[in-house]
């Protein structure tokens, strides 16, 4: 446990000494999303509309925007042969790293998500909903593009692969988070939706670690 | 006692090694030769636990090494090509973290000590960006000294080191010696090991005429 916190605190220095890294995926997600008004139109009836769905998409594409660093850098200078060294399991190694992704790619969306859901002209009703649906579907991103990330290592043109790898498998995280949002705002019921990305989020959560360690071994060899 | 036996090694589909034998006793120190591509890197990855052999196994202390990874890289520090150095830590925090990493001693003290093995604690708050390839191997062998390890698989340590360095190198891997610790490195015999078992790995090839033959 010890080492698993060492691991996150380190993975989260080098980030904000690199901070530009971090700092493009919030960047990115805010312009994706201010490019729709220009796209479809000011009128407030139709971005209001699709205001969950291109919140949930742009923040599907920033989370891809990330990943490819995930493993990758550790691996390029050797740090990754050396993890797989120390005494923590590869599988918590995993997920010391998908923790640290998170907080500095995850957590940023979420905070920034409410503004642009007033950009969007969302209905109030479905802020508190939206940052509760993100907050359980972004971990999963993390984890299930934890897998890309290792199964990408040593592969030339690793991003545009990580992302036909990664993005089929958003899609239920998409599917119940923008309707959790949408049941929220037209007045329905949400909680089966939160729950299944819950329970969406728990099931990555046990699984995801195991498939990015053996990746992540395969790449090693 | 460290041992492998009857070693195979396949990368690609090429044949690499095959029937090979090792044997170091506490306190030994095994020094692998051969012309490049002969498998030596190949075989330090295998002795490591990051490269699993085709056939054949690894014994520490009599135990099978590779059924249990976690534990056998808990007795032992590799050391490969690249250092492993992060541009924005400095060493000293470089050093620290994979001291934590293993549990080891995490202390300022410790890690100058480390670091002064090599001659590099002068360099403690120099962030890695800046260091020469040289440097960047000091600290990546101050790491092993920080958090201490049985077994050191060294490959080609003396890559970028001056001939100062490779005497600090050889002090320390004497030292470890002199505790009981087990040193397996390859090298093109820029380093002088006393009482080394010299293991040719091109011995355990296939012969091309063989080859050419099946």
């Known amino acids: 446990m010890k080492q698993f916190v060492f691991l996150v605190r380190r993975d989260l220095n080098l980030a904000f000494r690199q901070g530009m890294d971090s700092l493009l995926v919030v960047v990115f997600f805010i312009i994706a999303v201010v490019l729709f008004p220009f796209g479809v139109g000011p009128e407030p009836g139709t971005l209001a509309r699709i205001a969950a769905g291109v919140i949930w998409v742009a923040a599907l594409l920033s989370t891809m925007l990330s990943l490819e660093r995930l493993f990758q850098i550790d691996y390029d200078d050797g740090s990754l042969e050396l993890l797989a060294l120390s005494s923590l399991p590869l599988e918590v190694t995993v997920l010391a790293k998908v923790t640290a992704h998170w907080i500095t790619s995850g957590l940023p969306l979420i905070v920034a998500a409410p503004v642009l859901a007033v950009l969007m002209q969302m209905d109030s009703d479905g802020f508190m909903v939206l940052i509760v649906a993100l907050l359980l579907g972004t971990p999963s991103l993390s984890l299930i593009g934890a897998i890309g990330a290792a199964l990408i290592l040593g592969s030339r043109r690793g991003g545009v692969l990580l992302s036909l790898l990664v993005l089929p498998l958003y899609i239920p995280v998409l599917i119940f988070g923008v309707s959790a949002v949408d049941g929220a705002i037209g007045g329905y019921e949400f909680k089966a939706q939160l729950l299944i990305l819950g329970g969406f989020f728990i099931g990555t959560l046990a699984l995801a670690p195991w498939a990015g360690a053996g990746g992540l071994r395969q790449a090693l060899e | ?214």
């Open chain 2, 1 to 214: 006692m460290f041992e492998g036996k009857e070693l195979t090694c396949i990368r690609g589909e090429r044949l690499v090694f095959t029937g090979l034998n090792f044997s170091v006793q506490a306190g030994g120190a095994l020094v692998l030769v051969g012309p490049n591509g002969a498998g030596k890197s190949s075989l330090l990855r295998m002795m490591a636990g990051l490269l699993k052999p085709a056939s054949g196994k690894l014994l520490w202390n009599d135990g099978l090494a590779l059924d249990d990874l976690d534990e056998h890289a808990e007795n032992l520090h590799y050391v490969g090509h690249h250092d492993a150095v992060k541009s924005v830590l400095s060493v000293l925090e470089n050093v620290r973290f994979w001291a934590g990493v293993r549990g080891g001693d995490v202390s300022e003290k410790n890690i100058l000590s480390a670091l002064d093995v090599f001659d590099a604690k002068h360099l403690a708050d120099v962030p890695g960006r800046f260091l020469s390839a040289g440097q960047k191997r000091r600290v990546n062998l101050a790491r092993i000294i920080a958090a201490p390890a049985p077994l050191w698989l060294l490959d080609e340590p003396t890559t970028a080191l001056d001939r100062a360095s490779i005497a600090l190198l050889d002090s320390a891997i004497r030292k470890h010696r002199e505790g009981g610790g087990i040193v397996v490195l390859s090298t093109h015999a820029d380093i002088n090991i006393e009482a080394a078992t010299v293991l040719d790995i091109s011995d355990f090839a296939l012969r091309r005429e063989i080859q050419g033959a099946a």
